[in-house]
């Protein structure tokens, strides 16, 4: 049977009570045996033994009351192992700030995990802490693999299916819009998450870049049929605008967002409402680079460090007999034959920190590809910088 390694203050009379009476329980509900280290070392040194729970157990409860520094320490420890996703954190209620009970000068969540998703507890509702904890621990069980499987279950192949019905629906709904044209992103990161859909929602929404205009993942909380919606998985919306007196265009937008930190999108093209059969340079540029803006922006909010794992997929179709145009006429052109390609795909797989350390280069590799099938277009290195830093320095350039 599974591990749960339980990280708590030691010899204080209500943590034990806590895990006696909730904490060992819920774990046993959720189908897991729990463990904690002065009940059930080998008589090795008790910091090795920390360590070794740590690494082999499949989920950890970590309990953050009165601040006890070698509990931060060992969920930092957990952290850098790339279990952050293993990890559910506990505290009681009075060192939440919005509690009636919280005291200013009193023990508290430190603010570098404040703005994680911790389960507080009270200590005279005992059994319904259990019940919450348990139903946690299952939920995260749910997505959290074995640590050799996890690059291959967070970061899959181009060809992974879960994408794939997502596409169906989306394309169905181009379709019924005359449009052929369209980006789509889709987007994984290791370690995991397990964020309720008000916590997706939220994130979503501040991580919108407006610097373009329409954002990608756009969230419409003024039109209730626009509106992102909670699914048992996650959080989608689907967005068609189709063409009418006082609307620029036609568009269509569809995203979702799961509770792991997958995320979908596909929308149609900009160039659609500007030209006919045409794919602009600067434009893809432009959505390339939000659409990593988005996802370092989601991600963090999410409680994302800068060593998460992440893979992007880009892939734009309905690209035949298009041909290689600006959007903004001050810049180089490409009076290049159309493409014969319909649909490309590219692949980037980095870190967190690289979509801000590395955004030019990180753009660079998604789009080089996409160009290259324009009669071999090739944007100068300088162009390309100037256009990415721009739009990320909040300009349109």
């Keep these: 049977m599974d591990e749960v390694f339980i990280i708590m203050q030691i010899g204080n009379e209500e943590l034990d009570r806590l895990c006696d009476e909730a904490m060992v329980a819920a774990i046993e509900d959720a189908g897991f045996t729990a463990r904690r280290v002065d009940r059930h070392n080998t008589g ?17 409860v970590a309990d953050l009351t009165n601040e006890r520094p070698n509990c931060y320490l060992e969920v930092g420890y957990a952290m850098g192992l790339g279990k952050k996703a293993n990890l559910v954190l506990t505290a009681r209620e009075d060192h939440h700030h919005s509690s009636p009970n919280y005291n200013r000068e009193g023990p508290k969540i430190h603010f570098d995990l404040e703005g994680y998703d911790i389960l507080f507890w009270d200590r005279d509702e005992l059994p319904s802490f259990r019940e919450a904890l348990a139903e946690r621990l299952q939920r995260r069980a749910r997505i959290v693999v074995d640590t050799a499987q996890t690059a291959d279950y967070l970061l899959p192949e181009a060809g992974d299916q879960w994408s794939e019905p997502l596409r169906e629906r989306a394309l169905r709904g181009l379709e019924e819009l005359d449009l052929t044209g369209y980006q789509e992103v889709t987007a994984s ?43 048992a998985d996650g959080i989608e919306a689907e967005i068609p605008m189709p063409g009418q007196p006082g609307l620029e265009r036609t568009s269509y937008d569809f995203w979702k967002l799961f509770r792991d930190g997958r995320l979908y999108t596909l929308l149609s093209l900009f160039e659609d409402s500007r030209a006919e059969s045409a794919i602009f340079w600067d434009t893809r540029s432009v959505r390339v680079t939000e659409s990593l803006l988005l996802l370092n922006r989601l991600y963090r909010r999410l409680g994302g460090s800068d060593t998460d794992r992440i893979r992007v997929r880009l892939r734009h179709g309905g690209r035949v007999g298009r041909e290689m145009r600006v959007a903004n006429t001050l810049r180089m052109t490409h009076p290049g034959r159309a493409s014969v390609e319909d649909v490309i795909e590219t692949t980037l797989q980095g870190s967190l920190n690289d979509l801000e350390t590395r955004l030019v280069d990180c753009v660079t590799t998604l789009v080089t590809p996409l160009f290259e099938v324009f009669d071999y277009f090739e944007l100068d290195d300088s162009i390309l910088a100037e256009v990415v830093e721009g739009f990320a320095s909040g300009e349109m350039r």
């Design 44 to 60: 090795d040194l008790l910091k090795s033994e920390i360590v070794q729970f740590i690494e082999r157990s499949r989920l950890i």
């Design 189 to 231: 990161v290791i370690p995991p998450l397990d964020a309720p859909p008000r916590d997706l929602s939220n994130a979503m929404r501040d991580a919108s870049v407006h610097t373009f205009g329409w954002p990608i993942g756009v969230v419409l909380d003024n039109r209730d049929e626009y509106r992102p919606r909670p699914t």
